[in-house]
């Protein structure tokens, strides 16, 4: 058997509406003429929607080593808990979801189920996930939950007047920082805004409004009924964020993962027998493992498996890095956010 070793993974390019070309800047080779809003980094679904993901399954293709060619899935088969830790045994997939988004124009007006609603909807899956900004142009904005005093019947009736915008509450879009969008949460991401999504792995999405009349898009489906019983009222928790200089930084902490970020640090250790997705997101982050040494590039990922993290290190001396570290303690049942300001 292979033992396990950092696995690479090829990108899969989802073209949007809404999308546009600047993952060509993170080393994506972007079909000629196409609007590329998504590269799923880390995907091992077994089946996704034909309104998000394109129907059918999602599973990356890993692209060094002597499993190259196989899926990540696979993988996963055949490590089990060396891959994932005491993950093993969680679910049938990877249990993250991990993806760079362009968003040429603003994104559907969204919703995700809450546990109550996927326990009462077994075709329905959780969807939690972590926005870090990448990039973001001059005024552009995040839609992160709802407005003051705004409530489910405000959005009911934005809805039926197709005003949804006006209930919705807009942040300015800053790069450097971490915002957690608890399952539940309606948001969007606005224009000119790019990040590196860490969510779990779910591809149900229940759209409430679309932007049609501002962006001359044709209608895609809404998923009015759905997102309103879904809606979760409390305000997400305010946004870590990574200060200037070199050093690590914590910035989420959930029941399913914990995300940190790092830049010019020459010698970063991994967690000891927890998986852990390494994302570069500038400069170059090395990864040593058993004598041998992979190179990440701007927009390049990588997963450690949990059984290779004690003897693997990462070099972000040049670099920095974005580290999503599934969680090994299962009481953890809230989300904390690092109070870094």
């Not at 679910?91 to 760079?100: E, H, R, S, T, Y």
């Not at 969008?181 to 224009?191: D, E, K, R, V, W």
């Not at 990440?296 to 670099?319: C, E, H």
């Amino acid at each position: 058997m292979v033992d396990p070793y950092p696995l690479l993974l090829e990108p899969i390019l989802k073209t949007k509406v809404w999308g546009g070309r600047r993952l060509a800047d993170f080393g994506k080779e972007l079909p000629e003429a196409e609007m590329v809003g998504e590269s799923w980094e880390v995907a091992d679904l077994g089946a996704t929607m034909p309104s998000g993901g394109g129907g059918g399954a999602a599973r990356s293709v890993i692209t060094n080593g002597p499993l190259e060619g196989r899926t990540l899935n696979e993988a996963l088969r055949l490590w089990g808990p060396g891959l994932v830790g005491n993950r093993w045994g969680d679910a049938d997939d990877f249990p993250l979801l991990v993806k760079l988004i362009d968003a040429r124009e603003h994104l559907s007006v969204q919703v995700h189920p809450t546990p109550a609603f996927a326990a009462a909807h077994l075709e329905a899956k959780v969807k939690t996930e972590s926005w870090f900004v990448i990039a973001a142009e001059p005024g552009a904005e995040l839609y992160l939950g709802l407005a003051p005093n705004a409530d489910r019947a405000a959005v009911a009736r934005a809805v039926s007047a197709g005003h949804v915008p006006e209930v919705l509450r807009a942040v300015p879009a800053v790069p450097g920082e971490c915002h957690h969008l608890p399952s539940g949460t309606i948001h969007a991401l606005g224009a000119g805004v790019l990040v590196a999504e860490v969510q779990s792995p779910s591809d149900t999405t229940f759209r409430l409004y679309d932007w049609t009349e501002e962006y001359g898009r044709p209608p895609r489906e809404l998923h009015i009924d759905a997102a309103l019983d879904s809606i979760e009222t409390d305000p997400p928790p305010p946004p870590s964020r990574v200060p200037p200089g070199d050093g690590m930084v914590d910035l989420v902490t959930t029941d399913r993962y914990v995300l940190r970020s790092a830049r010019g640090l020459s010698s970063i250790a991994l967690q000891a027998a927890t998986c852990t997705v390494v994302m570069c997101l500038d400069g170059v982050v090395s990864i040593d493992h058993a004598g041998s040494s992979l190179a990440l590039t701007k927009g390049s990922t990588a997963i450690v498996p949990a059984s290779a993290s004690s003897t693997t290190q990462l070099d972000a001396t040049d670099g920095t890095v974005l580290l999503a570290e599934l969680t090994t303690d299962d009481s953890l049942a809230t989300t904390t956010v690092s109070q870094q300001r």
